[in-house]
């Protein structure tokens, strides 16, 4: 905007001197805010090993080379156990997550004012609960083991396909929902022509991206103690075999490469 | 079928066109199923004891208790959040000049390439893990929190940043260079007015990703919530531990209204 400037020639500025006071205060306050909370953080803070942390990483890293290749032998089942966990746990987290997105879609839930807040709440606690905290939570209730980790990664599943999928049904084109109703179609079967044709291709591929994402997670679920090849990292961590770590970091990293490859070409194929 | 109406109608597949492979897809996931579900044991004597343990964290969750260990729950609030915080802005800070470098119609090939090789080593690995080794040359506390953070916060932005600069209207970088504009004022001028409420909005995003998983990387010694939720659990403190997860829930959808608030604003 133009602003009157000395000699009698207005020069073109940017902003409103008001606007750039806005401004200015605004960075100051965010500065402010960034030094005080670094302080809070950083008051319990050992700086000596802050400092030594260069010899330390190359210290880590002269142990950790060569990874210790005869330990793969013993993860191949472990990595078994990670991909069933991901794989039953994003099953489970689907079928749950169906009705629930049902539920919460403003378009077809039954009651606005009772069951859609309800199935927000559960979206909304899913999501905000990480997996790891889930699994650590249903480790003391359920025990050790690959059962905790299916479970954990369903909990956290619903949530995420919930939210994604109850999004999709209410962009639906409402067109074909009119329709079916009126051939004189009942709930479900106006459910089952009109909104499932319609929504499926969207459902496939939010189920197939889960399911990605759950391997990355499945795979340190183990670190405490639901299962997969998370264990075999954590019982190493303990014993600071850095060796068998890299060769765990290693054979994560391939998994993880390849299920997003595997995801990204089924997602393309379907949508 | 002409001339005669049809009384049969067969509903087309939904999904997969062809049959031979829609059956050898349902056929390959039962068998599939077959073998994970008998594959995973499952102690039923030891889900049986847990049974009412079970019960008591539901009660925990109808009657949290944040008084007992609000201490502790304090401080681990307000590591997470400082963690937060410092993290989001450090890593959005350097995420900038990564995500420039890595915009192949902005950056010469070296630079793009150091610049990709940065965000794929960021993103490879999940939190935890990049927590563990963070812990284990920095020490135990939220300052590895916070160094861990920062990390995959510049993966994740970089990515966002490049991609999104490589998507832009190439018309109005065309017209500041034809000004005879140089690199930095092509960048100011033609391509962060159109990145940036998309950087804002990713930004605000990442706090969010940022303070979830500040309560998770606690776990591996990080600083933060996670290491008093770890330790309520441990304790059987079911109360206490649901009192945690209230906050945290809380936190994260308060995250979510504000930041859903100031991108409807900006935007």
Excluded at chain 1, 122 to 140: D, F, G, Q, Y
Excluded at chain 1, 198 to 203: D, G, K, R, V, Y
Aim: charged share 15%.
């Amino acid at each position: 905007m133009p602003v009157p400037a000395g000699a009698g020639r207005p020069v073109w500025q940017h902003r409103s001197t008001r606007a750039r006071l806005a401004g200015w205060f605004g960075w100051l306050m965010f500065v402010a805010l960034f030094v005080l909370c670094w302080q809070v953080m950083t008051k319990d803070t050992i700086w000596s090993f802050v400092l030594d942390a260069p010899q330390q990483a190359a210290d880590i890293g002269s142990r950790m080379v060569p990874p210790r290749w005869s330990y793969l032998d013993r993860l191949w089942w472990p990595l078994w156990d990670t991909l069933n966990i991901a794989t039953l746990g994003t099953l489970l987290g689907t079928v749950i997550a169906v009705p629930v997105a049902f539920l919460a879609a403003g378009n077809t839930t039954p009651s606005r004012l009772a069951l859609r807040p309800l199935a927000l709440l559960v979206i909304a606690s899913s999501r905000s609960i990480n997996s790891l905290i889930w699994a650590l939570l249903l480790v003391t209730i359920i025990g050790p083991g690959v059962l905790a980790g299916i479970v954990a990664i369903g909990f956290r599943s619903i949530g995420f396909v919930g939210k994604l999928l109850y999004e999709a049904i209410e962009e639906i084109d409402a067109g074909a929902v009119e329709a079916i109703e009126a051939t004189g179609a009942s709930r479900w079967q106006v459910i089952d022509y009109a909104i499932v044709p319609q929504i499926l291709p969207a459902f496939a591929g939010i189920a197939v991206f889960r399911w990605d994402i759950n391997v990355r997670e499945a795979t340190v679920l183990g670190l405490v103690g639901a299962g997969g090849i998370g264990l075999q990292l954590q019982a190493s961590l303990n014993v600071l075999a850095w060796p068998q770590v890299t060769m765990i970091f290693l054979l994560i990293l391939a998994t993880v490469v390849l299920s997003e490859l595997i995801s990204a070409k089924v997602r393309h194929a379907i949508i | 079928m002409s001339g005669a109406i049809a009384r049969h109608w067969r509903r087309k597949p939904l999904l997969i066109a062809s049959r031979p492979l829609r059956w050898a897809l349902y056929g390959g996931a039962l068998v599939y199923l077959a073998v994970a579900v008998s594959s995973v044991h499952v102690n039923w004597l030891r889900l049986y004891d847990g049974l009412p343990r079970g019960w008591r964290f539901v009660q925990g969750f109808l009657a949290p208790n944040f008084l007992a260990r609000w201490e502790d729950i304090l401080i681990g609030f307000q590591e997470s959040l400082t963690m937060t915080v410092t993290a989001t802005a450090v890593g959005i800070l350097l995420a900038i000049p990564v995500g420039l470098g890595a915009a192949r119609n902005i950056s010469p090939l070296p630079v793009y390439l150091v610049c990709r090789f940065i965000i794929a080593a960021a993103r490879a690995l999940q939190e935890i893990i990049v927590a563990i080794l963070f812990v284990a040359m920095f020490g135990f506390g939220p300052f590895a929190g916070f160094l861990t953070l920062s990390f995959t916060t510049i993966g994740f932005l970089a990515k966002l940043l490049a991609e999104d600069i490589e998507d832009i209207d190439e018309a109005q970088a065309e017209a500041i260079r034809a000004t005879g504009a140089g690199w930095w004022q092509l960048v100011n001028y033609a391509i962060q007015p159109q990145v940036m409420p998309r950087l804002i909005g990713i930004g605000l995003y990442r706090i969010d990703i940022n303070f979830r998983e500040s309560a998770v990387i606690g776990i591996v010694g990080a600083g933060g919530i996670g290491a008093t939720l770890n330790t309520a659990m441990e304790r059987y403190e079911y109360d206490s531990a649901a009192a945690i997860l209230m906050v945290i829930i809380a936190i994260v959808m308060l995250c979510e209204y504000g930041s859903g608030h100031i991108r409807r604003r900006l935007l």
